[in-house]
């Protein structure tokens, strides 16, 4: 027995030995497995061309994967990242003619972020953000010059007619009813501008505020929030004139008569989205228990919304792109207000797009085939 445990120990001690001299023969760069050559592999392979392009960018140049990150770098990440920055700058350039503004700027923003030097393209983002504004602008602001005027005019409309007393006290009522719409409208459009600018919308705090001015024109704190507000207009805006033509405007549709049992019935088979749009309107018509048919929905909604994003996230931590979209869009059509929902969204709709254009022109390209040139026969004398 001790001589069998005399030779156990014999081998450990050589086995011990060899491991050493194996080791030592070997470099081991700590972390490899993090911001090197499979990394940035990773990250080009899930259309993360950037983080991509940047890991190697970073890399430590005694890496033994350098020259494999160089190379994954010069063949495949730079190309893909100069396919996407064309595609962006034509959808551009054809959302921009096409005076979508809202999808130029968006599509420009893309394109800002995979080049180099994109100071040409965020002027391009100022640009159509800046269209954006004045098409707001000019719209809200004519039709609240309506809105106002037909609410001023009406004033007159309550003076006692004749056979009446001057100060008749039905027409008196209505009349002191109607300043009192005045009065609370310019109320609420002076708290509206506040939040507008806060907000960083000038160009709606411009058409609240001056809606306060026409309605209280006696007022000081109006003349002040007014100059506020034009100090932080962006340059560029302006301020359609009083004297153009009104806009006609589209009637609003009455909504239709909704009863108790149709809310519950959306609220059984989880028609959560229709059945808030059902309680809302139950609420203005002063139906029964619409409070508690409101807080049911709003409960509920909550809790299939956070369900919704959590197994968005698990699917976008195990690369399941697709079904991160689709859980993602459930949690934004709930709660379209979480800005966490819709920035997640929004990142994810960014991916698979770039992942559709890269995966589009990649079998463009071996679809491609070379032609070999014509051989000309010259004639025989």
Known sequence: MRLLAIRGWVIILCLSF??????STIKISPMSFLYGYESALRDY???????????VIHMNKSRLDYADAKALLKKKINPARLRLLRHYVRAAKRAEKSKIWFRAKALYKQAASFSISNTALLK???????????????????????????????????????????????????????????????????????????????????VEIESFNRLRPDSAKGKILMGEIKKVLPKGLHVHPVDQPIAKISPVTTPKTISANAIRKLIKNDEWLKAKRYAVVYQREGGKHADRFLKTIEKNMD????????????????????????R??????????????????TRALQLQE??????????????RKKIPPKKTITPSK
Not at 303 to 326: N, P
Not at 328 to 345: D, F, I, K, T
Request: charged share 30%.
């Open 328 to 345: 993602w869009r459930q949690a934004v059509a709930l709660r379209p207000g979480n800005m966490e929902y819709l920035h997640s969204l």
């Open 124 to 206: 391009k983002v100022h640009r159509m953000d800046l269209r954006m504004r004045q098409v707001r602008m000019d719209t809200l602001i004519i039709q609240r010059r309506k809105e106002d005027a037909q609410l001023l005019n009406s004033l007159t409309q309550y003076d006692a007619p004749k056979g009446l007393a001057p100060q008749d006290a039905p027409f008196s009522r209505q009349r002191e009813k109607l300043k009192d719409w005045v009065l609370s409208r310019a109320s609420d459009a002076q708290l509206a501008a506040k939040l507008e600018m806060w907000k960083g919308y000038p160009e709606v705090a411009y």
């Open 18 to 23: 060899f491991s050493a001299c194996t080791l």
């Open 45 to 55: 392979k899930a259309g993360r061309i950037m983080e991509a392009m940047n890991t």
């Open 303 to 326: 809790r299939q919304a956070a369900t919704a994003f959590k197994a968005g996230r698990i699917a976008f931590r195990l690369e399941h792109l697709d079904q991160a979209v689709e």
């Open 354 to 367: 770039r992942l559709r254009i890269l995966r589009s022109e990649a079998d463009t390209d071996k679809g």
